[in-house]
């Protein structure tokens, strides 16, 4: 007798409740399909937010660009809308980076300086590379410190292969990938112990490094996957932190183990903005029926700044404001009020969401249902319970309305779940005990590929995958404000707490952070 996972019946008996729940066609759903279809906007959007405006780091003017167009643009299509401040952040802005061998040849380097590096000034910064050496402990560490006074220090493992796994797994003999990937393991192991006997973590050792004297610090964080750099921020406070490319890293790694005393170059321009405001943006179609309870769309606004935020998040940024101006046109009087929130500082720690739940509880006593995106370009396939109970009842009613060439996607939904995946703003929710979901989409390589990465640009947008997500977000949204029941937040099972792995109870709302930058 076959065997079935729990998972597999659950997505079973959902796809066949689906049919039972299934009804006549609703001229809403079918304006929606075609006003998604025929006029959509995505393009355009993108275009202006991501080409455009560019990246959102919190705190920059082009955060604080990012905010003002959607207020525009959101105001040019009739729907109110508004910048709710949440906080304060350190201001920073980027400039231009330059970063170059000047010796044993002459050679560009492909790099960029992380978000809240410290400036050059203006100047460009030339000294010999070191790189961190194989020390017995951290006493030992500390009497080498002082080597790397005006000095620039490596600080990341010299990668084995700039090859991507999949080229390995594709064009290599079965010895030949076990081969590497025994090698690489070795390496990364022993890489990971050399800097546990500093002493010193991620964050802590470039502290120490500019403290000793170094005048700069060069990384390489590269994604084994695809290789690509993952671009997050700098710790240093004065002297420059730089990523440059796995090749160009090798390279400047390898001259430099073997003894030749390599030369960089580096100037970085970038400004202090000191403490600025930091917002959301809101915008809302009001119900007629009851304004005072609300269906909600969320995504979060901001982004890293390797690239220009495309996949993360700009597409659950795209998805939700193509919903909102197809539900304005198609749907203007909702029963419900229809509120959509771009969250800042998600990137930070779900800053901005968090302070929207602490600011408006009445909001969150009478809210609906809250469905959020922000996991890349690929068609939404799963939206889990997050253990409310009867998730599957309503998620399964709204869900029928949705055409079958659309919703045929989502095959993965676990149900009632649990309330866990804390990593984007629906967790603000779910921490209170709202009713909020995930709406988890098609992979497209987002982890290795795009996310933080310097290539998460226009260019990776899939816009067929995210009119898909436009078209079964507005369709849900629809569905569940015009619902006569309230949805149920019973919840079938404890929350899991996050630090010790055991269950816990569901918690308050922690303090959301109002005033934050780099430790």
């Known amino acids: 007798m076959r065997k079935f996972s729990a998972s597999f019946l659950t997505t079973l008996i959902f796809s066949c409740c689906l049919s039972v729940f299934a009804q006549k066609p609703d001229p809403v759903v079918e304006g929606i399909v075609k006003e998604a279809t025929e006029n959509s906007q995505l393009e355009k959007l993108a275009h202006e ?73 203006g100047r460009a910064i030339t000294a010999e590379v070191i790189i961190i050496p194989d020390l017995a402990d951290s006493i030992a560490f500390q009497k080498w410190l002082p080597e790397t006074k005006g000095k620039f220090v490596l600080i990341s493992m010299n990668q084995p292969t700039g090859r991507p796994d999949y080229n390995w797994e594709e064009f290599g003999t079965k010895e030949s990938v076990e081969k590497m990937k025994t090698a690489r393991t070795a390496q990364t192991d022993a890489w990971t112990d050399r800097i546990k ?88 179609i009001k119900g007629i029926e009851k304004p005072d309870e609300y269906v909600m769309l969320s995504a979060h606004f901001d982004s890293w700044d390797g690239g220009t935020g495309a996949t993360d998040n700009g597409t659950g940024t795209l998805t939700m404001m193509e919903a909102m101006r197809i539900l304005k046109k198609i749907y203007p009087n909702p029963k419900r009020t229809i509120l959509v929130g771009h969250w800042g500082s998600e990137e930070e720690g779900l800053n901005g969401s968090r302070a929207f739940v602490e600011d408006h509880p009445e909001i969150i006593q009478n809210l609906q249902v809250l469905f959020n995106q922000d996991n890349g370009t690929g068609r939404v396939t799963s939206i889990s319970g997050q253990g409310f109970l009867n998730s599957y009842d309503y998620i399964g009613r709204w869900l029928s309305k949705v055409p079958e060439s659309i919703r045929k996607f989502i095959t993965e939904s676990k149900y009632p779940g649990t309330p866990g995946g804390g990593g984007s703003d629906f967790a603000s929710f779910v921490a209170v005990g709202a009713p909020a979901f995930s709406l988890s989409s098609l992979n497209w390589s987002y982890g290795t590929y795009t996310w933080h990465t310097n290539r998460d640009t226009y260019d990776k947008v899939v816009f067929d995958d995210v009119r898909n997500n436009a078209i079964l977000t507005a369709i849900l949204v629809y569905i569940a404000s015009e619902d006569p029941a309230k949805t149920s937040r019973e919840k079938s099972v404890l929350p899991i707490n996050s630090k010790t792995g055991e269950p816990g109870t569901w918690p308050e709302q922690k303090k959301a952070i109002r005033k934050g930058g780099v430790d």
């Open 197 to 284: 006997k500093t002493g010193c973590t991620s964050k802590t050792l470039p502290v120490a490094l500019e403290k000793a004297g170094a005048v700069g610090i060069v990384m390489s964080n590269w994604s084994k996957g695809f290789g690509v750099d993952k671009i997050f921020g700098a710790y240093t406070k004065k002297i420059p932190t730089v990523d440059i490319s796995l090749e160009d890293y090798g390279l400047v790694y390898r001259l430099t183990e073997s003894g030749t005393k390599v030369r960089l170059s580096v100037s970085t321009d970038s400004k202090e903005r000191g403490i600025v405001p930091v917002f959301n943006t809101l915008a809302e």
């Open 49 to 121: 937010l991501l080409d455009g405006i560019g990246p959102r780091l919190v705190g920059t003017p082009q955060m604080q660009q990012a905010n003002d167009w959607a207020v525009g643009t959101y105001s040019g299509w009739g729907i109110s809308a508004r910048n709710e401040k949440w906080g304060e952040w350190r201001g920073w802005e980027r400039g231009a980076s330059h970063i170059d061998m000047v010796f044993p040849r002459i050679k560009s380097l492909e790099g960029m300086q992380l978000a809240w590096s410290p400036s050059t000034g």
